[in-house]
């Protein structure tokens, strides 16, 4: 009987993170790639010398741009990364901007 409350639990304590997880899901499936599991992490440093750029410039951590401008990038790409403009909707690549910016914001 009281094992009951334990998915009642469950959901209630993940709902939250449910709700929210389209932009975190969608950088996963995009961008972890070459930006590292989370946007706050520590890109592969084999990966950044195959594409000829420093670690520091895929750690989105370390990235000063605005918002506009991530959108920006992410539409048209930049260099050894490719554009999404036609793989994903627009409200897709805000939902990742907007997960990386909570993310990686400095306290
Ligand atoms: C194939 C590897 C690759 C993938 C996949 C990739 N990127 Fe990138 N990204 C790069 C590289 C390389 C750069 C550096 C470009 C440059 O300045 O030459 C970069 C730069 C960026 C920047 C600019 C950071 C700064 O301040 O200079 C943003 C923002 C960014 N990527 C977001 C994304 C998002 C969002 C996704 C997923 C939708 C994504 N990237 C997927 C390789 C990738």
């Known amino acids: ?3 009951i409350w334990i998915p009642l639990i469950l959901v209630t304590f993940f709902m939250p993170v449910i709700a929210f997880a389209d ?3 969608d950088y996963r499936a995009n961008c972890a790639s ?3 599991a989370y946007p706050n992490g520590y890109p ?3 990966k950044a010398k195959a594409m000829k750029v420093s670690q520091k410039k895929l750690a989105l951590s370390a990235s000063e741009m605005s918002r506009d401008e991530m959108i920006a990038i992410t539409e ?3 260099g050894a ?3 999404y403009k036609d793989k994903l909707a627009k409200d897709q690549i805000t939902g990742i901007v907007d997960y990386i910016i909570s993310a990686v914001k400095k306290k």
Do not use: L, V, Y
Request: one cysteine or more; a positive charge.
């Open 1 to 3: 009987m009281k094992k």
């Open 23 to 25: 932009g975190r899901a």
């Open 34 to 36: 070459c930006h590292s």
């Open 44 to 46: 592969d440093f084999e």
């Open 76 to 78: 048209k790409g930049k």
């Open 81 to 83: 990364m490719p554009g």
